[in-house]
């Protein structure tokens, strides 16, 4: 699974150079700089408040950044507006609370409105259907959304962004409300869009799971106190030193084999660093 | 998968059916409202045969009407006299008063994302009923010609809560409690100086201001329930656009809705201004009718679902439907006794609104 993503002409989908970013006085991005080329798939690790859901809002402009500059295909994010950002990247949030229910395929079917005026073609609705029934949804298509269970609501939600058939995805934790089966079965289905040869599409996932990250990512952006600890494939990136440094807790890595990728093996916390933790988590 | 979308289209066909029933129902309602009454009972045939009187439509277009002055119709029989001047605007204005405050109440509710919003939670009643108060009690107004210086002044008054909302949605990421925050502050102090003023007022005030606020259809008369009429048709079209939008907003608020290409602040912003500008319309002429924008909305939802491309009309045709339901209710029931239709309207909308709130206990999030 590693290693695998294809070289094309056109080196980016997305560039960020010199991120800043802050609320109020306190900053929660600083510095960041990273790229995403066509066909990858990059996850970003790092602690609670590290700026995970930041940075990826960042890049959809739900929040503008105080500093830096994010190109998407080449082009400032400036430059677009919402709804021509929309037809580039989707944005998945964590989860969707909803006081207004519809059902699943009039969900999944939001996702075309970026590239709707008023009616719905076929084109969409096979759209729709085709991506129900790669996310395993078809029998879930007319039950209404908020009476789901919350992974099942998650699916439809990654669904959604799917159906908007964007180059670039943001996923917020795709897989924190999943059981063990579903948590794979979904970061397969990011790895399949964006291996997906006939179009051009990349992810961005932030994940709390090092291994799902090892298995399904091309290269790891691990982010530290607001900054880029490192960027770089798994391999590289996932050494005990970076893991004790970041999570504060001891480790044993595991290489691939033909077999079975690459694996972290989880040890104790840190004692001796727990108050500096806490510190940082406050 | 073939299946999956002609369901679909297949519901949506079975929606619109559902709406064309419901406006067929209004309009039926509506004419046979129209032949009752204590003084001459008619049939829906002879009902029609006053309302599509072809000489009449000449009659009814002339300036005389549309300013405001009585010679209609051209035809001085009793029955017509009544259908015309007394029935006709009457039910025309119930209708139009659902029609908008049911649409602004389905708008409001979606673009805030907050099934509780009615069409007077942002405040533009309580300004509305400041402004009557001013006309009735203190004798101040924009317009010094008695017979409309309370509609100028509640509708004047309510432009002014308006623009409050206005100014709070040019600010920089307005959310959507804090217009719901914002319209209570404004009731609570519209509030307090109605309640100043009828502290000092006299007795017969006292009554004009308590009956201005029951809310009545019977105030309008043919030419002005027209100009309004004319005024929510302008308004209604505009809305539609906004029907994907409020769908992405009210399913997974701005965060979701930014990533679906929807920019939240702005289209909240404006949804909101025409939704308080229809309601601020149809309560400067009626007084305070509230309930028909809360229930509704939601009775729709029950019966079409949340897709405002289909909400907005449903909702519009069930206001219509419920409003013209309760006064014919309030005219007829204790007759010769009129209820005011503000009273009957909350009287049947608060049962089903508490249980609305019963039904939804279990599983609000």
Known sequence: MIGKHQSRNMSNVLRVNNLCFSWGEIPVLENIEFSCKWGELIAILGVNGAGKSTLLKCMNKILQPQTGNIEIESKNIDDFSILELSKSISYVPQSVMTNFSMDVFDVVLLGRRPHISWRISDADRDKVSKTLQLFDLEDFAFRRFDRLSGG????????????????????????????????????KRIRHLVDDKNERKSALVAVHDINLACRFADRILLL???????????ESVLNEQNIAEVFGVTSTILSATDESPMRVLVGDEIKFNAASIIKQEE | MESISEKHVLNGRNQIFLIVILTICTFALALFSMGLGSSSQLDMFSTMNIIFDKDQFSCLFSFGTLGGSSTFPCNQDLQSQIVWNLRFPRIMMGMITGVALSTAGALMQGCLGNPLVSPLTLG?????????????????????????????????????VVAIIIQLGNMRSVSAESYILVGIAITFIAGAIVSTMQYFATDAQLSQLAHWSFGSLSRPDLGNTIWIGLAILWILPTVFKWAWDLNTLSLGGDEFAISTGVEPVSTRRNILIISALMTSIVISFTGLIGFVGLAAPHMSRLLIGNDYRKLIPCSAVFGAFLVVFADTMGRTLFAPIVIPVGIMLSIIGGPFFMYLLLQNRGHAH
Do not use: C, Y
């Open chain 1, 224 to 234: 530290h106190e607001g900054k880029v600890k490192a960027f770089d494939t798994p």
């Open chain 1, 152 to 187: 099942e609501r998650q699916r439809v939600i990654v669904a959604k962004a799917v159906a908007q058939n964007p180059s670039l995805f943001l996923f917020d934790e795709p897989t924190s409300d999943l059981d063990l089966k579903n948590q794979i079965e979904v970061m």
């Open chain 2, 124 to 160: 533009v009643a309580s300004g509305a009923a400041l402004g009557a108060a001013f006309a009735i009690v203190l004798n101040l107004s924009f317009i010094p010609v008695p017979e409309l210086a309370i509609v100028a002044n509640a509708f004047l008054f309510s432009l002014i």
